[in-house]
């Protein structure tokens, strides 16, 4: 199975803050990641799919980046709406496994 | 405008076996990549990912879990039914269903709004 590890698993930003989470794969998963945003008693919706594609609707100020094993998802300017926590997860061979989580709180 | 939601029991009892429906719409699971899976949450914790049918009813799971887990569609009805054997406490969890596509490659793209069952004797 590839495992998926986020880091940090916890995050303290203020508004406007640029912020940048981490999710690495335990084998090469070429660019088959993707983003979730969960808010509190809410579903996930996907916010980049396919490692740095942008899933209509998604603010611009969301982007990702990264292949193989190494991926990014950074936020270029905090907004109110954007504490809530993270997933990664990668589609490339099932069981396709999320990450554990980045919880983005409010400093 | 694709919509999933969940539906079953809120409460099981221990060795029980829990089975979930996804009643779905705005898609159709005949269509040549397009899957249905299922994942859950403790409460407080991380996703954990179930299982997944496919288009072609090719059917994949958790290997964790596999041993108790069914999945299955019935196209006519736009549904996809999960079965869960021996029941525990620690499989107390919201269940989501959700649209894939891209044949399992593409991300969840839509969810429902997820089931909270309770695993309590």
């Known amino acids: 199975d590839i495992q998926m590890t986020q880091s940090p698993s916890s995050l303290s930003a203020s508004v406007g803050d640029r912020v940048t989470i981490t999710c690495r794969a335990s084998?090469?998963?070429?660019?088959?990641l993707n983003w979730y945003q969960q808010k509190a008693g809410k579903a996930p919706e996907v916010l980049v799919y396919g490692s740095s594609s942008l899933q209509s609707g998604v603010p611009s100020r969301f982007s990702g980046s990264g292949s193989g094993t190494d991926f990014t998802l950074t936020i270029s300017s905090l907004q109110p709406e954007d504490f809530a926590t993270y997933y990664c997860q990668q589609s490339y061979r099932t069981p396709y496994s999320f990450g554990q989580g980045t919880k983005l709180e409010i400093k | 405008q694709i919509t999933l939601k969940e539906s079953g029991p809120t409460l099981v009892k221990p060795t029980q076996t829990l089975t979930l429906t996804c009643t779905f719409s705005?898609?159709?699971?005949?269509?040549?990549?397009?899957?249905v899976g299922w994942i859950r949450q403790p409460p407080g914790k991380a996703l954990e990912w179930l299982a997944l049918?496919?288009?072609?009813?090719?059917?994949r799971y958790s290997p964790s879990l596999k041993s108790r887990l069914t999945i299955t569609q019935d196209t006519s009805k736009n549904q996809v039914l999960l079965t869960m054997t021996n029941m525990d406490p620690v499989d107390t969890a919201i269940y989501y269903c959700?649209?894939?596509?891209?044949?399992?490659?593409?991300?969840?793209?839509?969810w429902g709004q997820g089931t909270l069952v309770t695993v309590s004797s």
């Open positions: 959700a649209h894939n596509y891209d044949s399992g490659g593409g991300p969840f793209d839509s």
């Open positions: 705005g898609f159709s699971l005949s269509t040549s990549g397009v899957g």
């Open positions: 084998q090469s998963i070429s660019s088959n």
């Open positions: 049918v496919y288009w072609d009813d090719d059917k």
